[in-house]
Structure formats: C-alpha cells, structure tokens
C-alpha cells in the first residue's frame, strides 16, 4: 500500500505494532537483560529498569516516531529532509552507520543460536559436564568455519526478508514471527516455573532488595532500556516512516515498550527459577544462555531426555526468531537509505548490505578465534564494536534525537505528530516535551559520561 505521495506504508496498526517490536523484541531481551538482571541483584533491577523504559525510553521512541513519520524518510535522510542545510545530516548518517555496524556482530551472535538449535537437534547438548559446555562454547566461538557459515545463514535469511519489501517481507514476517516468539516465551515459562525448586528464581526475580541498588545499578538499567527498545540509530525512526497518518504514535510506543519488557521478564521466568531449580548462579555473565542453559536443561529434565531436547530446540528457536526481527530492521536501516539516496532499488541495495556485512560480520567472528590478537584499545574487533556502537553511538543518537526533537523541530509540529493532526487530545504532551528537553539529554548525559569511566 502506498500513500499520497508514493511512499509505502505498513498495511495495518497491528502490523506497524508487530514489526517495531520485533525490532525491540531481540537477543537483548532473552540474552543480555536476563544476564544484566542476574549481576544487579534481581527484582530491584528490574524495577528500575521498568521505571526508565517509561521514563526516558517511551518518550524518546515517540520522538524517533515523530522524525520517521514527518519526514517520510528512512533516519539516514530524515534529519536532512527535516533540518535542511544543517549539520544535523550527520545525525541521520550516524545511525545509518551504527545500525550498519551492530548488524555485523549481532548476526555472529544470532548465528550462534542456529548452531545451538542444531546442537541441540542432534544430541551435541546431551550428557556433557558444567566443563564441557564451557568447552564447547569455547571451541565453536574461537571457529573459522561454522560460526563464518551460521553467520551467512543467518545474514542471507535477514536478506531475504528485507529484500521482498516493507509489507511482504518485513511486515508480513513480523505477523508470523512474533506471534510464534510469544507462543514458545509463555511455554518455556511455564515449564521452568514449574520444575521442583523453582520457587526460589520466581522469588529473584519477583522480591526487590533494594540493598543491592547503587548508581551502578540505574546506569546499567539504562544502557539496557535503550539497547533493548532499539533506541538511538534510528532504527524505529525508518519503521515510523512508514507509518499511516492514524498510526498512534503514543499508543504504538507503549505498546512496542510494554511488549518488549514482558518478553524481558518472561526470558529472567524461563531462566532463573530452572537455573535455581538446579543450583546454577544466576550471575554467570553474557555466557548465561550458552553455557549455563543447556547444563540446565539437560539436568531439569535428566530422566527425560525427550523434554531436555524439546526445550533446548524451542529455546534456541526463540532466540533466532528474536533475533531475526532484529537483524531484519536493523538492516532496513542501511537498505532504505541507499535506495533515498542513491536511488537504488531495493534488491540491490540490499545485495550491498548484506555484503558490507558479511565483512564485518566475518572480521567481528574471526577476532574471537584466530585473530583475537587484533586489538583497539585493548579490546578484540568483536568487543571493541560491541563498545563502540552500544556505549558510544547510541547514546549519542538517542541524545540528539531527544533535542532535535525537544529543541529544534517546531513545536506545533511536534505538537501535531503525537496528536495525530488534532485528532487525539495527546495529554502526555508537556510531561512528553519536558523529557526531551531536560531529562533525557541530562540523564543520558551521565550513563554516558560513567560508562565511559569519567564519573570516577
Ligand atoms: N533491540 C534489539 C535487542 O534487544 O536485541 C537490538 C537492537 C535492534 C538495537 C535494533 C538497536 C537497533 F536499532
């Protein structure tokens, strides 16, 4: 479908809904929150991070909503379209960039969990040591050879979805995609809350102690609200482009924010209570769900072989359809901007993605094993980009766009987005403005100013 002026639109409110929350819905949900609620102490994490998702979180993501859908142009040509002849350009290219490169090792890491679904679907999870899962881990992520081919698996799938269009590819597979994520999120949940023992991770996850909260704790919740809600490149900027004049913009983020934290809390139910159940540390790290999980698994269930199968599958299964709505909007970043500016079509420019890449997804995959010795500022190509792009880019673009927003653009169009042009009181306005002009750029201000180790 496309609108007045060509452009084409998603098909349906559900559909905008579906496929910005398979954007925010990814391994940040179901890998990273569970580990970073497992170091801060549980409940009390979880809480704040709720708190932040509301606070900074929605208004922000209304503010990337308000840029997409007003300039009818993907992040990389909005700023230009809406601030023309200014430098904030740079703003839009600088999410073009940083989406182009999360994209590279995200999809190591979403190539991963291919390789754990066929692990698991030939026996490769069973009868192993706590030892020998590390070991596993270990070798398979050090490889030159499957993680390179699970990584264009994976890469050529994400393709695939964003070269068929923005209704038959991105809309249509989020229509099918999410609802199968929730499906299996709400399955695994049940079977680990009701394992023997369980009650003691629902108790971590459910009973705040508020002892456990320092600075460090907030900074944390914070760094993972914008990662999670896919915050700060523009991402969900070049999806709101694509939105219909009676899309919500208010509704729609609560709706995508809401989503995305009851995926999160679901993930910490399917892993603490069967990580107590076994008495496994919730604390191990990013390593959690590739090394903790299937030694959990396989001792949950040991008299039942069958389930410990089925549950390892369906776990993995739900980490790559995360995943994938991930990397497929992510991708759409860098894709809808070649074809604005360049006038590309859509099959090639994708084509030029995929491979740019593949490059850097083969470099990010490779500094874990042979070239590990690589290093910027101390850090392998891997971890560096993962620092760069999450500690310093999106920071800096979800600042911006929280003051072109706030500061910049004209009031009564701001004013005239979030009310859908007068057709909805939009009462949340002046909490709304007031966010964005103060809070948001103060308190990302110092995540970033800490995360980068100058708060002492
Ligand atoms: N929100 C995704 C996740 O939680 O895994 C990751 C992500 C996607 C970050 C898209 C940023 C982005 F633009």
Redesign the pocket.
């Known amino acids: 479908m496309k609108n007045s002026e060509g452009r084409v639109n998603f098909g349906s409110r559900l559909g905008a809904i579906l496929a910005a929350a398979g954007?925010?819905?990814?391994?940040?949900?179901v890998w990273r929150f569970p580990y970073e609620t497992g170091n801060h102490g549980g409940a009390a994490f979880i809480l704040i991070y709720v708190g932040l998702v509301f606070l900074f979180g929605l208004p922000i993501m209304i503010a990337e909503f308000t840029i997409g859908r007003r300039a009818k142009a993907s992040t990389g040509e909005a700023y230009r379209v809406l601030a023309p002849g200014t430098q904030w350009k740079w703003v839009g290219y600088l999410g073009v960039l940083t989406?182009f490169l999360?994209l590279g090792y995200?999809s190591v890491v979403s190539g991963w969990t291919l390789e754990y679904i066929y692990q698991a679907l030939t026996g490769g999870l069973a009868d192993k040591t706590p030892a020998g899962y590390i070991q596993m881990f270990d070798d398979f992520s050090a490889g030159s050879f499957r993680p390179l081919l699970w990584l264009a698996v994976f890469l050529f799938i994400t393709h695939y979805v964003v070269a068929k269009g923005v209704k038959d590819g991105i809309e249509r597979s989020a229509k099918i995609l999410m609802p199968a994520l929730f499906v299996l999120v709400v399955i695994l949940a049940c079977c680990s809350v009701s394992l023997p023992g369980a009650e003691k991770g629902i108790s971590f996850l459910l009973k705040p102690d508020f002892s456990k909260v320092t600075a460090d704790v907030f900074l944390g919740a914070m760094g993972q609200a914008f990662?999670?809600?896919?915050l700060g490149?523009g991402?969900l900027s070049t999806y709101a482009s694509y939105f219909g004049p009676n899309t919500r913009l208010g509704a729609t983020a609560m709706s995508v924010g809401l989503i995305d934290t009851f995926v999160a809390i679901l993930s910490g139910l399917i892993i603490f209570p069967a990580a107590f159940a076994v008495g496994i540390n919730p604390d191990a790290g990013p390593s959690l769900i590739f090394i903790t999980l299937p030694n959990v698994f396989q001792q949950a269930f040991a008299g039942i072989p069958v389930m410990a199968v089925l549950c390892s599958v369906a776990f993995y299964v739900l980490l790559a359809l995360a995943a994938l709505t991930?990397t497929i909007?992510?991708h759409e970043v860098s894709t809808a901007f070649l074809c604005e500016k360049f006038g590309f079509t859509r099959g090639r420019a994708a084509t030029l993605v995929t491979s740019g890449c593949v490059i850097v997804g083969v470099v990010s995959s490779l500094s874990l094993g042979v070239w590990k010795h690589f290093t910027i500022g101390g850090l392998e190509i891997f971890s560096a980009l993962d620092f760069l792009t999450a500690k310093i880019m999106?920071p800096t673009g979800a600042m911006l766009s929280a003051i072109f927003v706030g500061w910049v653009l004209d009031r009564k169009l701001v004013r005239d987005e979030v009310t859908n042009y007068g057709q909805l009181r939009g009462s949340y306005y002046p909490v709304y403005i007031n966010v964005l002009r103060f809070v948001a750029p103060i308190g990302i201000a110092v995540i970033f100013l800490n995360e980068l180790g100058l708060l002492g």
Request: aromatic letters at 10%.
């Open positions: 954007s925010a819905v990814g391994l940040g949900n989406g999360i995200y990662f999670s809600l896919s490149m991402c991930s909007s992510l999106l």
